[in-house]
C-alpha cells in the first residue's frame, strides 16, 4: 500500500548540526533497564526500532562519571573504553538500518544515591530529592559543590562525550531535566548558590551553556549536539524580561545546541498515564520554544496517530515526533504510516507498564508488545513469526488478552485455530474495565487483536460459546489452550500480609460482581490490597454513579503498587476530587449490621465505619473449572487424539493484562518449538579488555 500523501511531511529528512535525520520520527531516550551488563539486549532492541522506520533512536541514561550512579535503578555507563565497545554494539545495530543514534549523557546530581560507587553525591547547594515513597528515599545528603567540582562535572561531561564518538554516536546529550545536575542548577529550590552559578536567570543557566560548549568542543563537529531540558516549573516562574523563566532560559541558550529535546519535570507528568493524560499532553508548556529558536526541537506526548504528529508540526509545534512510549509498543510505527498501513499501528495504551519495569529495575515490559526486550533474549520480532511447524488445529477457550494474543499469534503463524468465547463480546476482562474512569484507552488492547484476527482466514472466532469438557472432547482439536481468566475472591487480608479467611454476605461483593450488574447500596467501601488500579477507579467510578464511598487499604497509600507506573500522585488527587474518604494502614476484619470493624495495620487499633455494601478488590484465583474438568477425563482426551491441554494468562497465574498477553503470546512462539531452542538465552556484559 502507498503512503497517504497527507503524512509526507513526517517523512521529511531533519537537519540536525552536522547531521541529518532521515525522517521526523525520533525515538527519545528512556530507561529500558538494559545496562551494560545486558549489551546485545540493548542493541536488538534499539536496532528493532531502527528497522522499524525511526530516523533517529536513542540510548537511555548514560552516567559520564562513578558520581552519578542510580543503582539499583538500571542505568548505563559510558565511563571507560569498554562501555565503549559496549555501546558501539547498539550504535552498530541502529546504523545498520539506517538511522542516526543518540546518547543521552546524563548526572544524576542530587536525585540519585551513588550506593554502588558510594562516591557522595553532588549538587549545586547541597538539597537532596527528599521523596515521598520509599522506593526513592535515601539517607545521604549531597555535597555542595565547590568551583573543583563544577570544573570536574564539565571535565567528565568531554571526557564522555568524546567516548560517544567514539562508540558511535551521532547525536550527543546535555541533560538538565527530571531533578537531575544540570536541571538542579536552573530551579532556586535546589540552587541557592552566591557564585557566578546561582542568583539571576543568567547565572543559574551558566552550567548548562559551559556544559554545551565543552561538548561541541568534544566531539569537534563529528556529532549533534542536543539539549535535553524539563520546562514545566520554570515555564510557572514570572521572569522580569520574558513570558516566564522557561522563555528566559530558551532565550539565553537558543543558539547553542544543535537540537532542542523538551519535556516535562518530573515521570508522572512527562510519562503520564492514560488514565489521567490524553496524547500531546506537553503541548501547552512546550509549544514556545520553536518560536525562540531556529534549531530543531523535538518532544514526546505519547503520539500514535499520524493526524496529530502532522498537526503538531504544521502548527509549529515540533519539528521532531518524539516517541518513547509509543516506540515500545509499535517498534515498526514509522514503517507502518510510510506504507499505508496506519491501522497496523499497535497503539500505545498509556498503561506505564514499561516505566514500572524501569522502576523494578528489569528489562522494559510492554503490555501491548510482549516482543519487547525479548528481541535477543528469545529471538522475537514484533513483526515476524516462524510459521506452522505442524498441521495441528489448536483450539483456544476464552477471548481476554491472553486468549486473544494467543489465537492471533497462532493465527499469523498459519495454524488453524478456533476461538472460543463464552459470552457475546470479545475482550474478556477489558469489556468491564475499559468501561471505568480513564481506562477507555486500554481497549486498545482488544481493537488492535480484533482488527488483526479479522484479517486471518485460518482463525474461527466464535461468540456465545461457554464451552464445557464435553465440547472439548467433540470438537478434538490437537491442542487445547485455556485462557478462561481468573476470578476476584472474598478473601480478606490477615496480619501475616496473605489473603485470608472468606467474608461471606449478601453485603459483601468483588469487582466480578460490580462488572456483572450487582445493586449497590451506600455508603460503599472499596477495601483494596490488591494496590494496583482496580482498587481506586472502582471508587472513582461509584463516586460519579452517585454513591458515598469510602477506600480503604493495609497499604500506607491509595493504589499503592501505582507509584511504579507513575498513577499514585493523580489517582490521590482523582479520589479526593470524587469525594471519597481515604483509610490507608487499616485492615477490614468483619462486617455485621451496616458497620465495618477495621483494625489499624500495625497497631490493631479498632476503626467502625458505616458500610451497606463492601467491595473487597484483593485476591485473585484462576478460574480452573474447565481445566479440573479437562484432567478428570485424561484418558478421553487421549482417545481423541487431544495431545495437550495448557492454561495461559490469568486461568494460569492471575496477573495484570501485561503478564496475560506476554502469556498468550509465548505459547504461541514455543508451539512445536525445539524445547531445548526455546528458552531465553542470558545476556553477559562483554569481556573486559582493560
Ligand atoms: P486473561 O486476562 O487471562 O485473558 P480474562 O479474564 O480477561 O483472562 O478473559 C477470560 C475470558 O474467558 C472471558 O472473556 C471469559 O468469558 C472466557 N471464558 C471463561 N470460561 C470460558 C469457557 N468455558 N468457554 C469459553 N470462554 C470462557
Ligand atoms: Fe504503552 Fe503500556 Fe506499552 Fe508502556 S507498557 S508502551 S504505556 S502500552
Redesign the pocket.
Known amino acids: 500500500m502507498a503512503r497517504n500523501p497527507r503524512y509526507d511531511i513526517l517523512f521529511e529528512p531533519v537537519r540536525i548540526g552536522p547531521v541529518t535525520a532521515r525522517n521526523r520520527f525520533y525515538a527519545v531516550p528512556h530507561a529500558a533497564g538494559m545496562t551494560n551488563a545486558m549489551p546485545h539486549m540493548r542493541a536488538a532492541f534499539r536496532g528493532t526500532k531502527a528497522q522499524g522506520g525511526w530516523g533517529v533512536v536513542c540510548s537511555g541514561y548514560v552516567s559520564i562519571d562513578p558520581g552519578s550512579d542510580d543503582a539499583p535503578l538500571p542505568y548505563a555507563t559510558l565511563w571507560d573504553e569498554d562501555d565503549v565497545r559496549s555501546h558501539a554494539l547498539m550504535t552498530e545495530a541502529v546504523h545498520a538500518h539506517g538511522a542516526l543514534a543518540g546518547v543521552e549523557l546524563w548526572h544524576g546530581g542530587g536525585s540519585v544515591m551513588n550506593r554502588s560507587t558510594r562516591l557522595p553525591p553532588l549538587s549545586p547547594s547541597g538539597t537532596a530529592w527528599m521523596a515521598t515513597h520509599v522506593n526513592f528515599m535515601g539517607n545521604q545528603r549531597p555535597k555542595v559543590m565547590d568551583a573543583a567540582d563544577i570544573r570536574a562535572l564539565i571535565a567528565s561531561q568531554a571526557a564522555a562525550a568524546r567516548r560517544a564518538v567514539s562508540a558511535g554516536f551521532d547525536i550527543v546529550y546535555v541533560y538538565a531535566g527530571m531533578g537531575y545536575l544540570p536541571y538542579e542548577f536552573l530551579l532556586p529550590e535546589w540552587n541557592r548558590r552566591s557564585d557566578a552559578y546561582g542568583g539571576s536567570v543568567p547565572n543559574r543557566v551558566r552550567i548548562v551553556r559551559e556544559l554545551l560548549e565543552a561538548t561541541h568542543e568534544a566531539v569537534g563537529g563529528k556529532c549533534a549536539v542536543a539539549l535535553r531540558i524539563s520546562l514545566e516549573e520554570l515555564r510557572a516562574r514570572p521572569s522580569e524580561t520574558e513570558a516566564s523563566e522557561a522563555h528566559e532560559v530558551v532565550a539565553l541558550l537558543k543558539d547553542l545546541p544543535d537540537l532542542w529535546d523538551v519535556k516535562l519535570d518530573s515521570s508522572p507528568t512527562d510519562c503520564a498515564p492514560s488514565r489521567f493524560a490524553a496524547e500531546g499532553s506537553h503541548e501547552g508548556i512546550v509549544d514556545f520554544v520553536k518560536k525562540i529558536t531556529d534549531r530543531p526541537v523535538v518532544g514526546v506526548g505519547r503520539f500514535t496517530s499520524p493526524d496529530t504528529m502532522v498537526s503538531q508540526i504544521r502548527r509549529g509545534v515540533l519539528d521532531l515526533i518524539g516517541a518513547a512510549r509509543p516506540s515500545i509498543a509499535d517498534p515498526f510505527l514509522p514503517r507502518k504510516i510510510d506504507e499505508g498501513r496506519e491501522h497496523d499501528i499497535r497503539e500505545c495504551i498509556g498503561c506505564n507498564i514499561c516505566i514500572s519495569s524501569w522502576h523494578d529495575g528489569v528489562p522494559v515490559r510492554c503490555t501491548q508488545n510482549p516482543t519487547i526486550g525479548e528481541e535477543w533474549r528469545r529471538g522475537w520480532h514484533p513483526e515476524r513469526i516462524a510459521p506452522a511447524a505442524s498441521n495441528a488445529a489448536v483450539l483456544v ?8 494474543e494467543c489465537a492471533l499469534s497462532l493465527g499469523r503463524r498459519g495454524y488453524e485455530v478456533t476461538l ?4 457475546d463480546e ?6 468491564f474495565e475499559t468501561r471505568l474512569p480513564g481506562l477507555a484507552a486500554w481497549g486498545r488492547v482488544l481493537d488492535w487483536r480484533r482488527g488483526q484476527l479479522e484479517r486471518l482466514a485460518n482463525v474461527n472466532v466464535y461468540r456465545g ?4 469438557a464435553a465440547d472439548i472432547l467433540e470438537l478434538a482439536p490437537t491442542h487445547v489452550v485455556l ?4 476470578r476476584w475472591t472474598r478473601l480478606l487480608y490477615s496480619p501475616l500480609e496473605v489473603p485470608a479467611g472468606e467474608l461471606a454476605g449478601p453485603d459483601v461483593f468483588t469487582p466480578d460482581d460490580v462488572a456483572a450488574g450487582a445493586r449497590l447500596e451506600s455508603p460503599v467501601v472499596v477495601y483494596d490490597y490488591d494496590n494496583y488500579y482496580m482498587g481506586s477507579v472502582l471508587a472513582e467510578h461509584l463516586a460519579r454513579e452517585g454513591h458515598s464511598v469510602s477506600y480503604v487499604t493495609p497499604a500506607g497509600h491509595a493504589s499503592a503498587w501505582s507509584i511504579m507506573s507513575n498513577e499514585q500522585p493523580q489517582v490521590h488527587r482523582a479520589l479526593f476530587a470524587c469525594g471519597i474518604a481515604l483509610h490507608t494502614l487499616a485492615r477490614v476484619v468483619g462486617l455485621a449490621r451496616g458497620e465495618l470493624h477495621l483494625e489499624r495495620q500495625f497497631t490493631s487499633v479498632p476503626l467502625v465505619l458505616p458500610c451497606a455494601s463492601l467491595i473487597i478488590v484483593g485476591a485473585r484465583l484462576a ?1 480452573d ?2 481445566q479440573r474438568a479437562l484432567a478428570a477425563r485424561a484418558d478421553e482426551l487421549s482417545a481423541a487424539a487431544v495431545r495437550s491441554v495448557t492454561a ?4 494460569l497465574a492471575p496477573g495484570a ?1 501485561v503478564h ?1 498477553v506476554y ?2 503470546h509465548r505459547y504461541a512462539r514455543e508451539l512445536d518449538a525445539d524445547p531445548d531452542s526455546s528458552g531465553a538465552r542470558r545476556d553477559a556484559p562483554l569481556p573486559r579488555l582493560a
Open positions: 477457550v476464552g477471548a481476554g488478552p491472553a486468549g486473544l472460543a468465547e463464552a459470552t470479545l475482550g474478556g476482562r477489558l469489556r460459546n461457554r464451552l464445557s485462557a478462561t481468566g481468573a478460574e473449572t474447565l495461559i494468562g490469568d486461568a493484562i496475560a502469556s498468550g
